[in-house]
């Protein structure tokens, strides 16, 4: 099963990548879907033999929460049409393809001199994470609108949980649903405070161009 | 004399398969949009009503003009001989070939532009200026690719590139292979003009790249354009089968039918994605060709690092 | 009991949504809060035994935080009696909100188990940040979305250094403190330096160390006077419990270098920012969110310091927590008397409001170190330490930092007191449950500045002691 944990690792990444280089926000939320669905089917091909009730609850979980409630959650966010696309990110698309595509290489090579103790399913998940996290921490701090930072926040977090799957003996299921509700509450939170910015913004616009019209009328 | 004869054979079936793979396409869209379709044949239909008609010239063109179609066939169909089809082994394989590859689709471009130049339009000359851009952004992909292919198989000549070496691969360097597999696909629907990147049907000239450049061509001219670009498409798909479906038997029959029916399969793909996604905005195509090439070399960066 | 301690008021904020009057919720909030500093008030004479198989254990260290959430809150709730007097808005988002935010910053004082303090100390970032955005205008909500951002990426990183200590401890297979403790001399020093820089990265954003100290003066200066208190006093000094925490397994380990000279230098650059900025800031709470950087910055500074820095640091915790409680307070109390908090509308408080005036001058003396008060004593602690350990720069450059900060508050809150508003204000009567949350808060302070009881000083001394800092470190 390593091949298809390498390919999982891989394709996470690679999805990272594709938010990167996207501008439509509606777009960029179901890549970000399908990047947690595959993060969720992980635990099944590492412990493919021998998985426990624990880890299939745990997988099916943040599946639902991760692929479902929250991409449902930003969807009603961006219901308003003027959040659907992302407008003059600081760093342009172009130049943040190329710029994560170093962020890889970079990460990569400075993975090479971190070694996972004992004897991890594959290789690729420390340097696929990191990859991850850089990405997200990327997208959040060189794209404009709320919704794509929570975006980026929420890749962020789907990068350490690739790294957190390799080392699922350590922390108790409690805790682990504590941190998935956690972030779960967050985006809800994030949600409804984008909501009320967007709010907050149509209103003052729309007091501005009254006010222009009293002006001139 | 046996040489000459492959490479007969290899042409003769480059050029029966090619049109074939442009009728399914256009079957698989419009099977999408809810209608018929014409038949799988209707590219040969196509060819053949061009091939009956003359072209007609503008007085402003030149040589460059009239031969730019010619060089263009020609050079796909000696690209076609480095490419194994298959149950064909490539008729010419030597090292270095890849450049040979590259440097003969280049060469076929720079026919393709000049000829566009040429007529004098203003219209071909915008086209000719996107076709240039954007397939410099897609041979930084390309080329990234054929890197790390031949770093995994020790070799630059694309029969072995994509030959024996790859199930090995698979097993031993899968992600990278599924990377350039990825890259390679963005490359294909780029390079062949096809939806997210280029539309093959439209004539509205804000959005044609390749299409525009070729307006001026007509009857047999534009035939041999036609030609071309289906023989490109089958042999850009030829070199992606043998990556995707790493299965040699040794049986030639069964080579050939895994080989035809991965082809029919890829086709299909490319009808898929023709039909659901919409065509990307001008500005927006660098980013997809760039995100082909951060593939690429995100493929080449797992291959170093897993040495 | 710790159970009960985190649960009382999570329950009562899942009451607060029930269709009750807004008196009832302010007299609720009081409740609980009197009650939670009694039941804390009892964990002075006896520890309580530890919960959940060792996942909830309150130590001395924990204690002294809890003592300070417990105080912090208890002020507040008095403080808001008068506060909602003179407020048309609804409050009962703001109660519940409050009321969660003591659940989860009692359950990080408890919490033994890394996992779980990180997940009690993002919970408290999520309670916090409907509390900033109460007025709900542009500018609170920027400061909302800036904070929640900030803190969150913060606090996901600090989750990454969670694992990477987790990687460390292969070996010991959880992340409960005491098989930490235990296990230290086996913990993977590679693996555990990355995740010492990931938590100081994450947990100091929360803090509010430079250069990750943006949201601070945004926030403070948005929200109302009583979330800054709780956000400056309590909320910060949770994720600082858990790089104390961190410091524990270091100086096990064999880390307490490399773990302090990170500390060093976040400290100094925490003390050098705001002393910058500070000369040019206009608003009264946000120059009072630069004293807040300053603090934090004094806090790692003592952490990094040895053993009696370590002393210093534990006690201006608690001294940082009253000065902010003053200096927010009145900061709060002012901005609702004026509608602003800008320096230049406000203008001759000491004349209009004269017990106003006079805490004004309280908390520029608290908030800056200045003799009577008990934050003079606990960053001298911190400077003598710099000199015992040789850091003659740092010694210098840290006061000067003070001095800088000294002049730049003053200027402002002096500004504040005198002069003449533009227009004449009408006053008002000063409410009495206002001034007598602040009058305490001013005297506790005072008198632990001029004499430290001895049940608190032993308490210092076993928090100390259980971290086991190692003298002279660098």
Known sequence: MTSWVDASCIIIVFLSLIVLSNYRVAAMIRVF?????????????????????????????????????VPSILFWAIRHVSMRSEVKPIIGFSSSIIFGAMLIAGVFWVSLSLKLPGKPVSDLILPCSLSTVLLGFMIMVTRTRAVTQVLGYLIMENGIFLFAVSLSDVMPVLIEMGILLDIFVAVFIMAIVVNHINEEFEKNTASVSQSKMGETF | MSIVFLILFHWLVVLLLAPFFIGVISKIKAFFAGKRGPSFFQPFFDLRRLFQKNSVYSRTTTWIFRSAPIVNLAAVLVLSL?????????????????????????????????????????????????????????????FMNFITLSL???????????????????????????????????????????????????????????????????????????????????????????????????????????????????????????????????????????????????????????? | MLTLLILMPFLCALGVFLPVSKDFR??????????????????????????????????????????????????????????FKNEPRSNRVFTACLLFLLSTMSLVAVSYHFGLLWVAIEATTLFSAPLISYHRNQQSLEATWRYLLVCSVGIALALLGTFFLAIAAHNVHTLLLPALLKGASSLSTNWMKLSIIFFIVGYGCKMG??????????????????????????????????????????????????????????????????????????????????????????????????????????FHMINNALAKVIMFLTAGSVAQKYGSSGADEVKGVIHIYPMTGVFLIAALLAGTGVFPFATFHSELLILNAAIISKHYFLAAIGVICLAFMFIGIGRIVLGVIHGHPKEPVLAKKENIYMNAAIVVTVMLLISIGLWMPLPLEKLIHNAVTLIGAVYGTV
């Open chain 1, 33 to 69: 879907s399908v990047q947690s669905f595959v993060l969720g089917l992980l635990p099944f091909f590492l412990h493919a033999s021998s998985i426990s009730n624990q880890d299939v609850f745990i997988a099916f979980v943040t599946m639902v929460l991760k692929a479902v409630l």
């Open chain 3, 26 to 83: 302010l007299k609720l909030f009081l409740v609980v809060s009197l009650c939670h500093g009694l039941i804390v008030a009892s964990f002075w004479k006896q520890l309580p035994p530890g919960e959940y198989h060792g996942f909830l254990v309150l130590d001395s260290l924990g204690l002294i935080v809890l003592s300070i959430i417990s105080f912090l809150f208890s002020s507040v709730s008095v403080f808001m009696i008068g506060y």
């Open chain 2, 82 to 142: 480095v490419v194994p089809l298959g149950f064909l082994k490539a008729p010419i394989q030597f090292s270095g070939d890849i450049f040979l590859a590259a440097y003969i689709l280049g060469l076929a471009r720079f026919f393709i532009i000049c000829a566009a130049l040429d007529t004098g339009s203003s219209f071909e000359g915008m086209g000719a200026s996107r076709e240039a851009f954007f397939s410099c952004l897609c041979e930084l992909a390309l």
């Open chain 3, 209 to 314: 160390l430079a250069p990750t100290h943006s949201w601070k003066p945004e926030a403070y200066g948005q929200a109302t006077g009583m979330v800054a208190v709780l956000m400056a006093g309590a909320l910060t000094q949770c994720p600082f419990l858990a790089l104390i925490r961190i410091s524990q397994i270091c100086n096990r380990a064999g880390l307490t270098e490399f773990y302090s000279s990170i500390l060093i230098v976040s400290g100094l650059l925490s003390l050098i920012v705001p002393a910058m900025f500070i000369l040019g800031e206009r608003n009264i709470k946000r120059a009072f969110a630069y004293s807040s950087i300053e603090h934090m910055g004094i806090l790692v500074l003592g952490l990094g310091l040895g053993t009696v820095g370590l002393f210093g640091a534990l």
């Open chain 2, 152 to 307: 995994l198989t020790h070799s630059i000549s694309l029969s072995s590139m994509i030959g024996a070496g790859i199930p090995v691969s698979w097993k031993l360097m899968g992600p990278v292979l599924l990377l350039v597999a990825g890259s390679l696909f963005i490359v294909i629907l780029a390079e062949n003009c096809r939806i997210p990147v280029d539309d093959p049907d439209t004539h509205l000239e804000l959005t044609m790249i390749h299409e525009v450049m070729i307006l001026d061509h007509s009857g047999v001219d534009f035939g041999y354009m036609l030609y071309a670009a289906a023989i490109k498409l089958f042999v850009f798909v030829g070199i992606l089968i043998p990556i995707i479906f790493p299965i040699q038997s040794g049986n030639p029959v069964a080579d050939m039918l895994i080989f035809l029916g991965g082809t029919l399969g890829l086709s299909v793909t490319v009808g898929i994605v023709e039909s659901t996604m919409a065509r990307l905005r001008l500005n927006r195509v660098k980013n997809l060709l760039l995100l082909a090439f951060a593939l690429a070399f995100f493929g080449f960066v797992v291959k170093m690092w897993r040495m």
